[in-house]
């Protein structure tokens, strides 16, 4: 988004410049540039769809081409700008016009190939054509004068020839979200003068060429999702003036070369999903600049750095899905503007003993590591933390769980699943205020369920399964409004049935199984309500006695799991008022009668489970 929005802000200035620079009397377009414009039109339709990536950026869609006819001086026409002193066409800005066509090399109007077209205004020098799906070949030979280039999203196919990159003026080129295919020819290198160059989401091939090295005014790079292999070239060093490197979701490979030690303007460094090996290279640690580092999905190991003091600016780490080992070191969490840290899938083993106090990270993600010992008492002070999840972890706790986690106020999102953490919970996690998403399962947890929702009302999913929670359900629970999850089977919790559940009326999801829950079945006086839930992580379902995990809970799979209880009496008949229920599971209990034939109004059920009752 900041991309474009800098692009639309020199093609404003650029246009500007020239208006403000020239003489109030001017000459009418040439009659040659308005029929070519003209033609251009006629290749295309207006459609009333808005692009999605203009709703995106806020900007208002308006078809341009439709006051094209309206004055003889195409000056005058929306879109196009005009040299006031020579009539010369300078700019077509046709971003976000509601244009869709496809122009044909062998079209009926023979002059009219895209490449043709633009060759009639030889003082262009800004050609913006983001989103309008023109479909063309690659033109192999641009105006000479062009300065800015933004044909995103236009459908372009084919490959680059060296001719392409005769643009000496161009300082600006995108060609993001095309059809472009085959090797960066290495005549890229001859565009010296460009600041900004985003090919992105393409389909290029090959290695990134050498030449790129002598691209030394350049400011942003984006290569990310192509197909580029081999490693980053060294000459990548010559870039001293980049802020913005992005080689994301590629193929590159090898050891991540130190060409870093000379990028000292680069704000930010993108490296995602590929396959570089070997140590995180030390000389990233000394751009004093970057504020976002993001290395995942890599096959990165060794151990973090011992010490750096360098990356004072640094506000977003993305190291996860490596093999990265060893401990946390301290500097991490004394940064002093970090606000998001994400170190999941590594093998990482372990934190400092105790952390300095620490108000700017916000978002804390271990999970999916080899951690063990008491580390929640290593983080107490990261009392402004909004996300923490360590699940998946060696982590247990000496004693209960520690209270100093209810300091940690903002939390919204607190995943310890997985782990050993055992003995009791602490009661204030019933007054934390912004808390939504709590998510213990997988523990010996031990004692009384904590009163949830207490004093707050913020709760929508609850997950605690398979612990050693025991004792009746806790009615502070009827003050979570928003709930929409609520997991707390394979416990030993002994309770009724708790049809005051039925006033919750955001629940989709009700996991009571295996516990001692005893008594008949209550009416629950609801239907489930269909609302989008937010936490996209799994429950464990038993669907004709298989588990059954659920990555990612949807608004079609309303859930109610008893099974493996105590419950007793008849299946009731207005189970029928769920009309959202996709799975139902009362099996392993002690339910008598007929299986109520209302259930048939049941349109959205796909698995039922009634099994091993006494039913007739």
Known sequence: MGRLFFFYS????????????????????????????????ELFEIYDEKPDWCNFLGKTSVPKTMSWNESPDCCTWDG?????????????????????GTIHPNSSFVQNTFETLLQNFTKLEVLSLYSV?????????????LRYVDLESTNLQGILTNSFFDLPNLEMLN????????????????????????????????????????????????FSKNNFTSNIPSTISKLTMLTRLDLSSNSLEGEMPDVFINLQELVELDLSNNSFIGPLPSLILSL???????????????????????????????????SLNGTIPSWVFRLPLLSWLSLDHNQLSGLVDELKANTTLEYLDLRHNQFSGP???????????????????????????????????????????HNYFS?????????????????????????????????????????????????????????????????????AINHIFL??????????????????????????KKSFNSSYIMYEDSVRLVIKGNDIELERITTIMTTINLSSNHFEGVVPKTLKDLGSLWQLNLSFNNLTGDIPMELEQLNMLEALDLSWNRLT
């Open 80 to 100: 196009v700008t005009c040299d006031m002193l020579t009539g010369h066409v300078i700019g077509l800005n046709l971003s976000c016009s509601l244009l869709h």
């Open 288 to 322: 004093t600049r970057l504020q976002r580092l993001d290395l995942p999905s890599n096959s990165l190991s060794g151990p973090l750095p011992s010490n750096t003091s360098m990356l004072q600016k640094l506000t977003f780490v993305d190291l996860s899905y490596n």
């Open 375 to 417: 580390v929640l008492r290593s983080l107490g002070n990261l009392v402004n933390l909004v996300t923490l999840d360590l699940s998946s972890n060696n982590i247990s706790s000496d004693g209960p769980l520690p209270s100093s986690i209810c300091n940690m106020s903002s939390l919204t999102f607190l995943d310890l699943s």
């Open 499 to 524: 049809a005051w559940l039925g006033t919750l009326e955001e629940l989709q999801v009700l996991i009571l199984k295996s516990n001692k829950f005893h008594g008949p079945i209550r009416y629950m």
């Open 175 to 222: 060609l993001g979200y095309n059809d472009i295919s085959g090797e960066l020819p290495d005549s890229i290198g001859t565009l010296k003068s460009l600041n900004y160059l985003y090919l992105f989401q393409c389909a290029f091939a090959g290695s990134i060429p050498d030449s790129i090295g002598n691209l030394t005014q350049i400011r942003q790079l984006d």
């Open 133 to 145: 799906n023109v479909s063309p070949p690659i033109p192999m030979n641009l105006p000479s004068s």
């Open 423 to 491: 003995d009791s919970v602490p009661h204030c996690l019933g007054s934390m205020v912004e808390l939504s998403v709590l998510d213990l399962r997988g523990n010996n947890f031990t004692g009384s369920l904590p009163p949830l929702c207490a004093h707050s009302t913020s709760l929508s999913t609850i997950v605690l399964n398979g612990n050693g929670f025991e004792g009746p359900v806790p009615v502070s629970l009827l003050n979570c409004h928003g709930l929409e999850v609520l997991d707390i089977g394979n416990n």
């Open 10 to 41: 020199l093609v404003c200035f650029v246009l500007l410049s020239q208006s403000f620079t020239s003489s109030l009397m001017h000459h009418l377009c040439s009659p040659s540039e308005s029929f070519a414009l003209l033609q251009f039109k």
